[in-house]
């Protein structure tokens, strides 16, 4: 997309390429005339007070590319954005640990809960042990099942 065999002017218009802006319109926000960037006057020198304000405009043009025409045209940014993925990422992941933790106290004292309940029903049963179980009178047994009798 852009040329690396070409003057400062010519990577100006590049930059508008880019950045899809009109280049009569970004040379005018630079203090210049789209004239300027034509035919033989393309050749001639830029002031700095021009690139000043292209770098200013966008902060994300490489300016080494700008001037000397070597690296890429803009910046890498792909590290910086990177760190924000990564702290975007981690927020997510924390929400979700936030998340899971509340659901484990949940189930934690639930568990708890059923562990008293049932400690306390077998403490009880340890010091009443005739309180939990009564055994049926004869009558309640099927007749098949009948203790037998005592012979003497």
Known sequence: ?????????????????????AKAD???DI????????????????NSDAIAKLL???PDVNPVWLILG?????KNMSAENGIFEVLDEVKKLNG???GLRDDFKQILQSYLSDRIIIS??????AANPKDDYVR???????KRIRKPKKRD
Do not use: W
């Open 56 to 58: 200013s405009i966008f």
């Open 70 to 74: 070597k690296g890429e045209p803009l």
């Open 96 to 98: 979700e640990i936030v």
């Open 31 to 46: 203090g210049m005339t789209y004239g300027n960037f034509k035919g033989s006057a393309k050749n001639t020198p830029l």
């Open 136 to 142: 049926p009178k004869d009558e309640e047994y099927p």
């Open 1 to 21: 997309m852009y040329h690396k065999n070409s003057n400062i002017k010519e990577r100006i218009l590049q930059i508008a390429e880019l950045k899809k802006v």
């Open 120 to 125: 306390e029903t077998a403490s009880k049963r």
């Open 26 to 28: 970004l040379c005018v």
